[in-house]
């Protein structure tokens, strides 16, 4: 048996070489596929973000419409939906519920009451292709300073309309203002926000739409 130093194998060399090469697109292999997943995430994010923002914009135009077409029915409906009271339209019984404690949005005013129930009466409350998005709107009396907020003076209120679609809110407060017997309603957009982090829309605050 021979004694002494093994030459080196050239090809065991180039074994490790391409052992290191294929290590190494396998390492960029897998940043790639992690960057399109991360990709498709925040598509997928943004598409539910706006899903839910559109059903809340179909809210505002829902609540806009109850609230004009009582208000034009009955100038004391908005009162008693203020009020949390009772009162026949077309011979439904309306009435608010308090706000709700699970209410998808923060809200900084105890004077919110859920018109949902109306809405459910008189309309629908769900939107989109398969009807998975769903709005709820909350309305109050505005700072109308007649330190009765049952009481609603000048022919304004707050509507906050949030919608959800799959983990994403996003709500809008606007103002519904009504004129004389002109249905006339003005909107301010004042929050927007949601729950996911990446793909959210940007902000919408100051618009103001007539
Ligand atoms: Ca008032
Ligand atoms: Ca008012």
Avoid: C
């Avoid at 290191?20 to 960029?28: H, K, N, P, S, Y």
């Avoid at 609230?67 to 011979?91: H, I, K, M, P, S």
């Avoid at 409350?125 to 109308?144: C, I, M, S």
Wanted: charge should be negative.
């Amino acid at each position: 048996m021979k004694t002494g130093k093994t030459p080196r194998n050239e090809s065991g060399f180039a074994l490790i070489t391409a052992l290191l090469i294929l290590v190494l697109l396998t390492i960029i292999g897998l940043a790639a596929i992690n960057s399109s997943k991360t990709e498709l995430n925040i598509a997928a994010n943004d598409k539910q973000h706006k899903v839910a923002f559109y059903a809340a914009e179909a809210g505002v135009e829902t609540g806009r419409a109850v609230l004009n077409t009582l208000r034009e029915a009955d100038v004391g409906y908005w009162d008693l939906l203020l009020a949390q009271g009772t009162f026949t339209y077309n011979g439904d019984q309306l009435s608010t519920n308090p706000l709700p404690d699970d209410y998808p949005v923060a809200t900084n005013n105890p004077n919110f009451v859920s018109l949902d129930p109306v809405v459910d009466i008189l309309g629908s409350r769900t939107v989109g292709q398969n009807q998975d998005a769903e709005f709820t709107l909350l309305v109050r009396d505005n700072e109308d300073l007649d330190n009765n907020p049952l009481v609603d003076t000048d022919g304004t209120l707050v509507l906050i309309s949030a919608a959800t679609y799959g983990d994403a809110v996003a709500s809008i407060e606007t103002i519904i203002r009504y004129i004389g017997n002109d249905q006339y309603a003005q909107e301010y957009y004042n929050t927007e926000n949601t729950n996911r982090a990446t793909g959210a829309v940007s902000g919408v605050s100051g618009q103001k739409r007539m």
